[in-house]
Structures are given as structure tokens and as C-alpha cells.
């Protein structure tokens, strides 16, 4: 039989003929989704404000150490490798102020963004045809989580991109094994030192030798998988059996619930990081959390591929308005759909399989353990943004078996194909209705940083509400009016010490006011923030019941919008 196969550069040819309109649509959609947010700095709140302190200690010469505390401790929670990304546009620019380094850091996380898409399109089109590639990519970059991710300091778009490279470069036939194998070492290192769920590139990269019975190869690959992580346990144990670690600049500096000050598996190792008096997790309790967030894992991977569950409520919502007996609907029938999403994305596991990306499968099987091992299931749509391109791969590779299954049997099947086409149409107006939501949301009402150099014009974050606002109404007062030496405790401390220049702490979480007061003091604690922020009620919990407690040392010198400033009186005891 004649070979009527194209040679290789015809191959090659005819491939980039196929996908060049796609690879154009994702370039435009990359940039339609960034256009609208390249001014100003990049987010800086949450942990964005600790990978910047740790960056400039970096670029400073000062170790990895977190500026914003007392003492300045050394840190172990966070692996060095975003810190350093932060450092070297910092030595770059010839300064470490964040109003002049966080928006170019926003540009750079634009241009990680479209080498992201790019780089998905090129994996997503070995499983399927240009088509059905771009969908795939669509898919990923239009939900919300992946666009929110993209404009915080935060490592999980650049783990994002390194994982994708590492399936790349795993399922590349061009690259001799002596090439290939130090670039998976690289890129699964590298991704390690962004998160430590860089773990589950390591992992699946020793697994991927041990399913295909490479045993040489296992022991190779397991013995470099370890030495990153060897490496950076070892600098975790140097600092926590130093004496500053020890002896720290006040109290409960490196208690469990510390959760920037601390190792992670510390931290994780009690029940509620948030509520520390609930103790610490034995190994029932730690497999019952396992087993209790199997479900809410379920949930996220369904949301990954399409978008949070409040979207769909919303749009169910105005639906039944205009449907009689709208009672009968209830709105916990939204979860359906995004249990039928999970259902379909792991139906495209085995395709993926047998088309040669069993990388994917293990990176996937690794990375949904680890996040159900953490006593935050609040958390697990940010824990699977990273590997949301891969998920949205699998339910591309699963809705077209169903419908080619569907085409074969004929007959009412039909109607089943029909279902199919509705649900991804669905799937993407419910993005396209969440991204336009969450872009009309934003605010541009954003404070200056300690240098006092004004941020850029329409200068937008996402979920910036009216309790931020108020915070940062109340920061700007300390700013104006403490002390430069004083000392602020805050649930955002970071952020605060990057605007006011003044040194801050969280509150001490602990249920005993007349305890926490006590803590307060040994820092001591000159300012105490009252805020309303959602995503952590620490202030509200613990630090009003001990300021409240003891009239006599404290009274309000802010308050407004909901958001208090507790003053102390005099020195601290």
C-alpha cells in the first residue's frame, strides 16, 4: 500500500494553516480581555502585598524577610520564586516604591497572560481540531477566576503558564530524553518554588515514569523531584530553629494561626486556621476533611469549567420572575449543571488518555488531592485556577465523545446532541454575562501608596466594594495622623504597611479578650482597624472583644462607613 502521509513539513504546513485564525482569535481575546485593565498598579492586597515586601527585602539585600512586621522575620510560608520576580523589576526600575514597579508588574502579568492562551492553544490542539482547541482555551480564559487571578501579585498565573509548558514539553517527540528531561526538571522545579502545589508537577512527573515502568528513570526523576523541596525544607527548619524564630519580636509573632509567618503544613495542621481554638487536626479529623470536601471539590471542577455558582443563581433568578409558579424552582437547581460540567470533564479523562496526555491526568488527580487535604473548600476555585486549562481540555475532550456517541445511535439521541451544543452556549454567555458583571463592578476610588505618587488614571481592581473602600478611608487617617513608629494591627497588614509606611500586624486571634488585649499590648499595638472586609472577620471576632473589653486603654478616634480606629491610650503596659 502506497504511504500517502504528508512529509513532515507539509505537516507542518497544513497544522499552521488550520489553527493560524485560531491562534489570532486567542491573541485578539487575550488582549480584549486585558485592554480594558493595563493602567495602574497590579492588585496588591491579600498575600500580592507579602510576595511584594518579600521581593523588596530581596532587592534590598535584606534576605526574605517580611519588612511590614516587628523584627522584620525571616519568611517561611511562601516559596521565593514570585519574590524574586518582583526583585528583579525592582533592580530593574531602580526602585523598590510599589507605585512605580506595581503597574509595570500588571504589564508583565498581561504579557504571562497571552503567553498563557497561546501557549493552551498549542496544547489543546493536540487533543482536537483548531475548533474545538480554541473552544477549549475560550473556555479558560473567559472565566472569571482565571481574568480575577491574572490581576493579583499572586503565583497562580505564572504556575498557570509553567504547567502547561511542562505538558508541552512531556508530550514533545522532538526533544531527545537528554534535552527533555532537564527542562521537565526546570519547569516542575520552578513551579514547586511558585507554590508549594507545585508539588503535583513533581509528582506527576515521577508517576508518568512509574506508570510506564521506567524504573531507572523513576529513580532519577525521584531523586531530583526532591531536591527543591529538600532544599526549601531545609531553609524552613534553619529559620525556625534560629533565635529570632524562638525568641520573636513579640508573643504570638509565630503562633499556629500566624498564617503568614508560619510554614504551611503548621498551619494547615490545625482544624480552622481562622479559628485556632478548635485545635489541631489529629489524622481522623484530617481524613474527614478529605472526605467532607470531596463534594465541594466536585463543585469547583465544574465551576473551573464554567463559572461560579452566584452566576448561575442569578441568572435562574430572573428567569423565574417570569415564570408562573416560580416557587416551585429552586434555586439550588443551579448545582445541577455544574455537577453535569464534572460529569462531562471527567468523561474526557480517558480520551485524554488514550491520545497520549496521561501527564495531564496525574497533574489533575494530584492537584484536586492536595486542595481537598486544606480546610478551605471556600478556596478551591483560586487552588484550581492553575490548572483550569487542563479541566477545560478535559470537558472539551468530553462533550465531544458524547457527541459523537450520540451522532452513532440517531434517532431521539439527536435531541441529546442538541442539549450538548445548548449547555456550552450556555456555559459561555453565563462567562460572558460574569465578566462583564464583574468589569462594570469595578472600582477606580484607589488609595495612594507611602511615597504619595498618585496612581494611574482609570486604575480599576476587581471586587474592590464599599468595605475596602472603607478601610482604606481609615488607613489613610493612621497615615495622616499616627506616628510614623506606631504599630497597627489589621487583617490586611501588608497592604496597610505598603500605603502608610507604618509597621502592622493581624490581631491575635484568641477567644480570651482579656488574652488577646494582653497580646496586643506585648507588641505593642498602638491602633487597632475594625473593618467589615468579607473575606476575613478576624478584627470583628477577636480584636473588638479585647479593645472593647478595657474602655479605660482604648477609645475610637475613626469611625465611619462601619469601619472603626481603636486608639490606645498612653504606652502599653
Not at 9 to 23: G, K, L, V
Not at 341 to 346: D, E, G, H, K, R
Not at 363 to 368: K, R, V
Not at 462 to 483: G, N
Amino acid at each position: 500500500m502506497t504511504d500517502v502521509s504528508p512529509a513532515p513539513a507539509q505537516a507542518d504546513r497544513w497544522w499552521w494553516e488550520q489553527s493560524r485564525y485560531c491562534w489570532a482569535a486567542i491573541l485578539v481575546l487575550s488582549l480584549l480581555l486585558w485592554v480594558p485593565r493595563l493602567s495602574g498598579p497590579i492588585d496588591l492586597r491579600w498575600d500580592g502585598g507579602v510576595y511584594y515586601l518579600l521581593g523588596t527585602s530581596l532587592a534590598s539585600g535584606e534576605g526574605y524577610r517580611i519588612s511590614s512586621e516587628p523584627g522584620s522575620p525571616e519568611a517561611i510560608q511562601y516559596p521565593p520564586l514570585l519574590p524574586l520576580f518582583v526583585a528583579l523589576h525592582e533592580r530593574v526600575l531602580g526602585t523598590t516604591d510599589p507605585a512605580v514597579v506595581a503597574p509595570w508588574l500588571r504589564r508583565s502579568y498581561a504579557l504571562i497572560f497571552v503567553l498563557f492562551g497561546l501557549s493552551l492553544f498549542a496544547l489543546a490542539r493536540r487533543f482536537s481540531t483548531p475548533a474545538l482547541a480554541f473552544v477549549a482555551v475560550a473556555l479558560c480564559l473567559c472565566q472569571l477566576m482565571t481574568v480575577f487571578m491574572s490581576d493579583l501579585l499572586f503565583a497562580e498565573l505564572p504556575f498557570a503558564l509553567l504547567s502547561v509548558c511542562f505538558v508541552l514539553v512531556a508530550m514533545s517527540k522532538r526533544l531527545t530524553a537528554w534535552l527533555r528531561e532537564p527542562l521537565l526538571f526546570a519547569l516542575a522545579a520552578s513551579g514547586f518554588l511558585l507554590r508549594t502545589a507545585g508539588l503535583a508537577l513533581l509528582g506527576a512527573w515521577v508517576l508518568d515514569a512509574v506508570v510506564r515502568r521506567h524504573w531507572r528513570t523513576v529513580v532519577v526523576r525521584a531523586a531530583l523531584a526532591l531536591l527543591p523541596v529538600v532544599s526549601w525544607q531545609a531553609y524552613v527548619m534553619k529559620v525556625r530553629s534560629s533565635y529570632d524564630y524562638t525568641h520573636p519580636a513579640y508573643e504570638y509573632q509565630r503562633a499556629p494561626y500566624q498564617y503568614y509567618n508560619v510554614s504551611y503544613a503548621e498551619n494547615v495542621a490545625l482544624v480552622d486556621p481562622f479559628r485556632p481554638e478548635l485545635g489541631h487536626a489529629g489524622i481522623g479529623t484530617i481524613a474527614t476533611r478529605f472526605a467532607s470536601n470531596v463534594f465541594p471539590m466536585l463543585h469547583a471542577i465544574g465551576e473551573a469549567a464554567s463559572t461560579k455558582e452566584d452566576f448561575w443563581a442569578q441568572i435562574l433568578n430572573r428567569a423565574r420572575r417570569h415564570l408562573p409558579l416560580d416557587n416551585l424552582i429552586p434555586l439550588k437547581l443551579v448545582v445541577v449543571p455544574i455537577l453535569i460540567v464534572c460529569a462531562i470533564t471527567f468523561l474526557g479523562l480517558a480520551p485524554l488518555m488514550r491520545a497520549g496526555g496521561g501527564m495531564i491526568v496525574l497533574i489533575l488527580l494530584l492537584s484536586f488531592s492536595l486542595a481537598a487535604t486544606t480546610p478551605w473548600p471556600e478556596q478551591f476555585s483560586r487552588y484550581l485556577m492553575p490548572v483550569a486549562p487542563f479541566i477545560c481540555i478535559c470537558a472539551i475532550a468530553g462533550w465531544r465523545q458524547l457527541y459523537a456517541m450520540f451522532s452513532r445511535q440517531g434517532g431521539a439521541f439527536q435531541f441529546g446532541r442538541v442539549v450538548l451544543c445548548a449547555l456550552l452556549a450556555g456555559v459561555f454567555l453565563l462567562q460572558l454575562y460574569a465578566l462583564l458583571k464583574a468589569f462594570r463592578l469595578r472600582t477606580d476610588d484607589l488609595p495612594e501608596f507611602d511615597s504619595g505618587v498618585p496612581n494611574a488614571r482609570n486604575a480599576r481592581l476587581f471586587y474592590h466594594d464599599k468595605t475596602w473602600t472603607s478601610w482604606e478611608k481609615a488607613v489613610s487617617w493612621i497615615r495622616v495622623h499616627a506616628p510614623s513608629d506606631a504599630i497597627v494591627a489589621t487583617s490586611a497588614p501588608h497592604y496597610l504597611y505598603l500605603l502608610t509606611g507604618r509597621r502592622a500586624v493581624l490581631p491575635p486571634m484568641e477567644r480570651d479578650a482579656q488574652r488577646a488585649e494582653h497580646l496586643l499590648a506585648t507588641v505593642p499595638v498602638k491602633y487597632v482597624v475594625i473593618d467589615q472586609l468579607e473575606f476575613l472577620d478576624v478584627t470583628r471576632r477577636y480584636a473588638r472583644p479585647a479593645v472593647e473589653i478595657d474602655p479605660a486603654n482604648w477609645r475610637v478616634v475613626y469611625s465611619a462607613e462601619g469601619t472603626s480606629i481603636y486608639e490606645r491610650n498612653g504606652a502599653a503596659k
